[in-house]
């Protein structure tokens, strides 16, 4: 019996280990990201009247000051409003009345933050022209954050 309680303390010593071990990784692995804008878009088209354009940085910065640089730079604006805020999950969502926009933070370490903008791009839309991108270029300028827009993937065959 104590040899089977033995096993089952190491197993979940392992266990335990390894997830911290896992996010030790992935915390390396975004530090290498940080300042690299990534976009995902998809412009509307026939039959659709709309598609969606976001975009995603990892900043080295604390998120509640992410957030706090993004929420001033939305009140400021006369361009859009800010149509909705979360300060405890660190959201907010912004609308120039074409678009709509929604923003969150995601802390990943102390000091590590993803933010990622997400919104519709209407038919009507410029082309070439991406709210999320401008959104998250902004929120690093104004954070005096360098940060450039990746090139895209190279499509697969």
């Known amino acids: 019996m104590q040899h089977v309680s033995r096993r089952v303390a190491l197993v979940l010593l392992l266990l335990v280990s390894g997830n911290g071990v896992a996010h030790a990784q992935w915390v390396f692995a975004a530090k290498k990201a940080v300042g690299v804008v990534r976009q995902l878009a998809s412009e509307a088209s026939e039959g659709r009247e709309t598609g969606y354009d976001s975009a995603t940085v990892m900043l080295a910065a604390h998120p509640e000051d992410v957030y706090r640089k993004a929420v ?18 660190l959201t907010l969502e912004i609308s120039d009345g074409t678009w709509l926009a929604g923003m969150q933070v995601t802390p990943v370490d102390e000091k590590l933050s993803q933010l990622l903008i997400v919104s519709n791009s209407a038919a009507s839309a410029k082309s070439g022209s991406s709210v999320a991108v401008r959104g998250v270029l902004r929120v690093c300028r104004e954070m005096q ?3 450039q827009v990746a090139a895209p993937p190279a499509a697969s065959k």
């Open 72 to 89: 001033s730079v939305v009140k400021a604006s006369a361009e859009y409003r800010l149509t909705r805020q979360n300060d405890e999950a």
């Open 145 to 147: 954050v360098e940060c």
